[in-house]
């Protein structure tokens, strides 16, 4: 029953915050639903090698919060809260892994981003791409640009980060999402799980 | 809050298939056996947001992850959660009573999965794009002003997925009945998506043979020039839409594939001067006597950097047996690289059509045995030195274009004024991503150079945009 529990939980720490897709599927008994969290904790365990515990948790933005995201992040957040899992080891937080959608053409892209715990950016892995097209998003050489990117770093599509052609608005949906994140983790970083 | 049907979800979503195990098991078969339901005390539902800027709830879920086996360890009785939903702009907390440890956690949490699901009440997509040309040619032929294509995308998701996409696409603005000279209205794509999974998914429909670049891909801000290049046109007969069905996904991090069976040319409409163009069905009520195969691999090795190969492989007969099969094959490869202030792309295209003698005999036309195009396209962002921050583009483009629509004939000799090739030189500005102004002077030439078929040039201007 733990078993059945913890991947419960699970699934729902990253359903959260996740697409409408993926909960409608689960709702629904699809199968495909249950992969986002076994992904999620996948790229973790293999950012993170032999990681003891993660932990989720649920970060809600508040007003000036918000506001100063909207002010220097480029894009903002649909809702107020962030999903981020923290694994730890031997009590120490190896990172934090982020779980976010943004909108494709016209369906959600959920992925994950994975910084160190001084907020520079160890990986980065699409959980959920459903757009027909664009799926160049997908690929890890795309993807690669933002290891080591830092809040600071401010990343612009087609400028920080090259642009895809044939897949110019997933591509500049994630590097905006990207990009706030970051941006809001550093916001956020005196509230951080430490 | 609704409880029933957030319940609901829950009870569906807790079936789970134990991995290590290998069985299933399942928590609830459906709602009314949820007595765990009511077992939480879900209070507060409508309570106020929280005072501004208000210390932020954090909610611990922990949990242990040993080598990809992941067991719970918490044992806490009480879990608080809030969550402001979308749609009703209210805090929503959730304060769990005493219940066993899984109703505890696992039963807030699907209330805040049922949220979610809730709060999508819509997932159907409304787009446009289109584009304005003004063309006007050297020497004596009348320049005009043409609003070439509107086009309206309407997609939509059913499931996580199952999704569907189209295109209707309105040519030259007016249609009207009983006039010769007018515009077209044409569905330019509809299709079912069934994704699998990221590997492997279903599309059928009316779809795009997936051959060169524009055929894909031609939303007006995202190409050079404001008519698409000509080996677009006359090589690859773009916009090019056939029903059928097939497989696409993704593998290996970094390739792509589509692999589609369609409905094939017809070779009555084949032209010297425009290739395969006239042959194209069009989905309108096609022959489907000649299934044709085409396909696309896509392949990125570093970032910024695009390979791909496509072809289209199939007979044209369309059912008439006195021209053979009228076997068409095309392939092509391009090449695309962005990599700020640079653009640059590439595209070859080469094809062959058998039976070319039986098809000129029998449509007395002059089409040839073999064709090809090819083009490259370089530009450099202007606005990348003049002004650094600026997030509009500027980009000066050149394109060359070498086309032959008649590269090798049977039973006659091939004409040179089909031998063509274009120079492009052109601005595109784009104020954002998705909408451009773009000026270009295209010369446009041809190897015989006769007073019939003379080199000329074309002073074109226009406006594109799309959005979704």
């Given at each position: 029953?733990?078993?059945l529990?913890?991947?419960t939980?699970?699934y729902?720490?990253?359903?959260?915050?996740?697409?409408?897709?993926?909960?409608?599927g689960?709702?629904e008994?699809?199968p495909?639903?249950h992969?986002?969290p076994?992904?999620?904790?996948e790229?973790?365990?293999?950012?993170?090698?032999?990681?003891?515990?993660v932990?989720?948790?649920?970060?809600?933005?508040?007003?000036?919060?918000?506001?100063e995201?909207?002010?220097?992040?480029?894009?903002?957040?649909?809702?107020?809260?962030?999903i981020?899992?923290?694994p730890?080891?031997?009590?120490?937080?190896?990172?934090?892994?982020?779980?976010?959608?943004?909108?494709?053409?016209?369906?959600?892209?959920?992925?994950?981003?994975v910084?160190?715990?001084?907020?520079?950016?160890r990986?980065f892995?699409?959980?959920?791409?459903?757009?027909?097209?664009g799926?160049?998003?997908?690929?890890?050489?795309?993807?690669?640009?933002?290891?080591?990117?830092?809040?600071?770093?401010?990343?612009?599509p087609?400028?920080?980060i090259?642009?895809?052609?044939g897949?110019?608005?997933?591509?500049?949906?994630?590097?905006?999402?990207?990009?706030?994140?970051?941006?809001?983790?550093?916001?956020?970083?005196?509230?951080?799980?430490? | 809050?609704?409880?029933?049907?957030?319940?609901?979800?829950?009870?569906?979503?807790?079936?789970?298939?134990?991995k290590?195990?290998?069985?299933?098991?399942?928590?609830?078969?459906s709602?009314?056996?949820?007595?765990?339901?009511?077992?939480?005390?879900?209070?507060?539902?409508?309570?106020?947001?929280p005072?501004?800027d208000?210390?932020?709830?954090?909610?611990v879920?922990p949990?242990?992850?040993h080598?990809?086996?992941f067991t719970?360890?918490?044992?806490?009785?009480?879990?608080?959660?809030?969550?402001?939903?979308k749609?009703?702009?209210?805090?929503?907390?959730?304060?769990l009573?005493?219940?066993?440890?899984?109703?505890?956690?696992?039963?807030?949490?699907?209330?805040?999965?049922?949220?979610v699901?809730?709060?999508?009440e819509?997932?159907?997509?409304?787009?446009?794009?289109?584009?304005?040309?003004?063309?006007?040619?050297?020497?004596?032929?009348?320049?005009?002003?043409?609003?070439?294509?509107?086009?309206?995308?309407?997609?939509?998701?059913?499931?996580?997925q199952?999704?569907?996409?189209?295109?209707?696409?309105?040519?030259?603005?007016?249609?009207?009945?009983?006039?010769?000279?007018?515009?077209?209205?044409?569905?330019?794509?509809?299709?079912?998506?069934?994704?699998?999974?990221?590997s492997?998914?279903?599309?059928v429909?009316?779809?795009?043979?997936?051959?060169?670049?524009?055929?894909?891909?031609?939303?007006?801000?995202?190409?050079?020039?404001?008519?698409r290049?000509?080996v677009?046109?006359?090589?690859?007969?773009?916009?090019?839409?056939?029903?059928?069905?097939?497989?696409?996904?993704?593998?290996?991090?970094?390739?792509?594939?589509?692999?589609?069976?369609?409905?094939g040319?017809?070779?009555?409409?084949?032209?010297?001067?425009?290739?395969?163009?006239?042959g194209?069905?069009k989905?309108?009520?096609?022959n489907s006597?000649n299934?044709?195969?085409?396909g696309?691999?896509?392949?990125s090795?570093?970032?910024?950097?695009?390979?791909?190969?496509?072809?289209?492989?199939?007979?044209?007969?369309?059912?008439?047996?006195?021209?053979?099969?009228?076997?068409?094959?095309?392939?092509?490869?391009?090449?695309?690289?962005n990599?700020?202030?640079f653009?640059?792309?590439?595209?070859g295209?080469?094809?062959?059509?058998?039976?070319?003698?039986?098809?000129?005999?029998?449509?007395g036309?002059?089409v040839?045995?073999?064709?090809f195009?090819?083009?490259?396209?370089?530009?450099?962002?202007?606005?990348?030195?003049?002004?650094?921050?600026s997030?509009h583009?500027?980009?000066?483009?050149?394109?060359?274009?070498?086309?032959?629509?008649?590269?090798?004939?049977?039973?006659?000799?091939?004409?040179n004024?089909?031998?063509?090739?274009?120079v492009?030189?052109?601005?595109?500005?784009?104020?954002?991503?998705?909408?451009?102004?773009?000026?270009d002077?295209t010369?446009?030439?041809?190897a015989?150079?006769s007073?019939?078929?003379?080199?000329?040039g074309?002073l074109?201007l226009?406006?594109?945009?799309?959005?979704?």
């Open positions: 029953m733990d078993m529990l913890t991947a939980v699970w729902l720490v990253v359903s959260l915050f996740s697409a409408p897709g993926p909960a409608r689960a709702a008994g699809k495909s639903g992969k986002l076994e992904k999620a904790l790229l973790v365990d293999r950012v993170f090698h032999s990681v003891e515990e932990s989720g948790h649920a970060l809600q933005l508040s007003a000036v919060e918000s506001a995201v909207r002010a220097k992040c480029m894009d903002q957040w649909r809702g107020d809260s962030i981020i899992l923290v730890e080891r031997n009590d120490t937080i190896l990172g934090y892994v982020v779980v976010d959608n943004v909108k494709g053409k016209d369906q959600f892209i959920t992925y994950a981003l910084v160190t715990p001084d907020l520079v950016v990986d892995e699409i959980l959920a791409y459903r757009e027909p097209y799926y160049e998003v997908t690929y890890k050489s795309w993807q690669e640009q933002f290891f080591g990117k830092r809040p600071e770093d401010r990343l612009r087609g400028r920080e090259r642009n895809i052609s897949a110019t608005i997933s591509a500049r949906a994630v590097t905006l999402g990207v990009n706030r994140i970051l941006c809001t983790l550093r916001i956020l970083q005196g509230r951080l799980p430490r | 809050m609704h409880l029933p049907s957030a319940c609901t979800a829950s009870a569906l979503f807790l079936a789970w298939e134990d290590w195990t290998g069985s299933k098991q399942y928590l609830f078969s709602w009314p056996l949820l007595p765990a339901c009511c077992c939480g005390n879900v209070s507060g539902a409508d309570n106020p947001l005072p501004e208000a210390p932020a709830r954090a909610v879920l949990g242990r992850v080598k990809n086996n719970l360890e918490s044992q806490s009785e009480k879990v608080q959660l809030s969550l402001q939903t749609r009703s702009r209210q805090a929503q907390r959730f304060v009573g005493s219940c066993s440890l899984w109703s505890t956690l696992a039963i807030p949490l699907s209330l805040l999965a049922g949220t699901v809730a709060q999508v819509s997932t159907t997509t409304v787009g446009s794009y289109g584009e304005l040309h003004y063309n006007e040619p050297d020497g004596t032929r009348k320049g005009q002003i043409d609003f070439h294509r509107f086009v309206i995308y309407l997609g939509h998701t059913f499931s996580e199952l999704s569907f996409g189209s295109e209707i696409e309105l040519e030259h603005t007016i249609i009207e009945a009983g006039e010769s000279e007018g515009g077209e209205l044409s569905i330019e794509q509809a299709f079912l998506d069934y994704r699998f999974a990221n492997i998914g279903l599309r429909g009316i779809l795009l043979p997936p051959v060169g670049l524009i055929n894909l891909h031609h939303e007006p801000p995202t190409f050079h020039g404001v008519e290049p000509s677009d046109r006359v090589i690859i007969p773009t916009t090019w839409r056939e029903s059928g069905a097939g497989i696409y996904g993704n593998f290996r991090n970094d390739f792509a594939y589509q692999l589609y069976v369609v409905a040319l017809d070779a009555s409409g084949f032209t010297v001067g425009n290739g395969l163009r006239g194209r069905q989905a309108f009520q096609s006597t299934p044709s195969v085409t696309r691999l896509d392949y090795p570093v970032a910024g950097l695009q390979l791909g190969g496509s072809f289209f492989l199939g007979g044209s007969s369309a059912g008439n047996d006195s021209i053979g099969t009228a076997f068409v094959t095309l392939w092509s490869g391009d090449v695309r690289f990599a700020d202030p653009t640059f792309r590439a595209v295209a080469s094809g062959t059509i058998d039976d070319a003698e039986s098809i000129n005999a029998q449509f036309q002059t040839a045995s073999s064709f195009g090819y083009y490259v396209e370089g530009a450099y962002n202007l606005l990348h030195w003049m002004a650094p921050e997030e583009v500027l980009d000066l483009f050149v394109r060359f274009e070498k086309y032959n629509t008649q590269a090798s004939t049977t039973g006659f000799d091939p004409l004024q089909y031998n063509r090739h274009d492009v030189l052109g601005l595109t500005y784009k104020p954002t991503y998705n909408t451009a102004f773009k000026f002077y010369f446009l030439n041809n015989l150079d007073a019939a078929s003379p080199n000329t074309q074109n226009g406006m594109g945009f799309y959005f979704f």
